[in-house]
């Protein structure tokens, strides 16, 4: 039987082991509503089998498999699994449980039509504008975390598609677990239910106040500050911060969530101990400045530290990531959480080199993989790099790899690893330059052709950037793979120059040697108009 899916931490890399080896996962998150419909998701399956990616996203919701109370109905866990194993991917479930974007929308009916039995979350007299609605917008449910009837029937069903995973996927073909979807409360930053006062109205856990203060680096500022006074045994969290205070309501609900998620992870994990994780909706961002116009509560990177304490059942928490400059949030989660998982992201090539290369991603999944365009810059970059998964994994865990995704304000970055300083440059900046003191002006490049099939969601034209990663293969020796990149080496105390520059073509999945570059071509050594990869030989002379 094959090895049980699971993490691996040596020293401060995390890798993800699948089938005894390690598994660079790369891929996309299926659009919500596609894993529900087996007709809908075969032609999707067919061209996932064509991308070159290793592994999928999707969801399986609360209100399908448990449309009755203790009636179960998995026949959507059998179709995702048949897909997955026809298309030659690895599975990554989200249980689409109680909590979906803040809301309650997956729960069934008989969870939100029992609002006794099913507390909903109280925003209070002055709530915040809630993301997604309009003038004249349906309610949208918002169940109360802190009901002790709904953790009891979440943890049940959850449990359940757990068990049945364990029984029919033998082979492993779903590699992680994700809980609940961008959990959190929107609106304001804590509930105020009957159900939730009584929380506010118990003690502080210790074990919170005792981690905070035995390994405050291991927490936020925000959060050591408002532990940073001494805590009489036994007070309430009313009694220590009373009302008005948006960094106490924001602790107050990560340990609420997180109480909630980890539950349910480990009870999970009795039937089928696969790594469990959370996602995040980020925050606090631009325009979402306070918890509650974010999720408050969520496994935002300031409320890992609360997360890891309250949920030890879940391995790590992931961020999705929709910000403008992904690169402050992948150094955020991998410094707070010692691991990076991105479960969705834009539709945006580049970070996807960044998160390997320059943060030791173990996977990286963009959203609305079902839309992704065939043949497109995406599914050949995703490609490429599952090619590269096992040289690409060895490198994180050795330091000898680098990944870049240059902004549109940035010239060149260097970093130094193998005993070697290497310098990434813009090439269309510098061959513009360089042109330009001969006299010749480049005309502005076109726009680049939509990502996706279909542009319903707004347009998705490919990466314009100077992107890629670079790791060593031996002392003089680097393979790189990416676009529009001038690559300089240098040595202290040694001169070196380029040897030799093999182009390398993937074909079937595996690589094998193209042209010897030589001549001007060895000047932009990474693809003007397209993903390219090389294998670089350096002379010390």
Known sequence: MPHLPRLERIASHTRLVVDGE?????????HNSSSSDADYMAPVWGRIRESGINSVVASVGWDQVEPEEGQFDFTIVDHLLHGARSAGVRLTLIWFGAFKNALS????????????????????AAPFPEPFTYEGSMPRPTLSVFSPALRSADETAYAALMAYVAAVDLDHTVILMQVENEVGLLGTSRDRSSSAMAQWNS??????????????DSFHPDVVALFAEDIAEGSTWHDRFGDGNAV????????????YLGALAAAGKKHLALPAYANAWLGPQPGQDQPGQYPSGGPTARMSGVWRVAAPALDFVAPDIYVSDSEPVMAEYSAATGALFVPEARILAGDAFRAVGAFNA?????????????????ADSFAQLVAFGPQIIEAQHEGRIMGFALEEGTESITAEFASTRVTISSAPKRLARMLLDIGVR?????PRPSETITDAHGPNPGDPRPFGVIFATGPLEYIAVGQQAMIDFSKDGTSVEIDSVRELVLKNGTWVDGRILNGDERLTLLGVDRVTAV???????
Do not use: C, K
Not at 535 to 541: D, H, K, M, P, S
């Open 362 to 378: 173990f996977g990286y999944h963009v959203f609305g993989l079902d839309d992704v365009r065939e043949n497109g810059q995406l």
């Open 105 to 124: 929308t997956y729960a069934p009916s008989w969870v939100r039509a029992d609002t006794a039995r099913f507390e909903r979350a109280d925003r209070g």
């Open 203 to 216: 003690p502080i856990p210790p074990e919170l106040i005792d981690a905070v203060a035995s390994g405050p």
């Open 248 to 259: 106490a309501d924001e602790v107050f609900m990560a340990w609420g969530f997180a109480g």
């Open 22 to 30: 390690p598994f660079l996962a790369i891929g996309g998150e299926l």
């Open 442 to 446: 480049l005309p502005e490049p076109g």
């Open 535 to 541: 294998r670089i030989r350096l002379l010390a002379v």
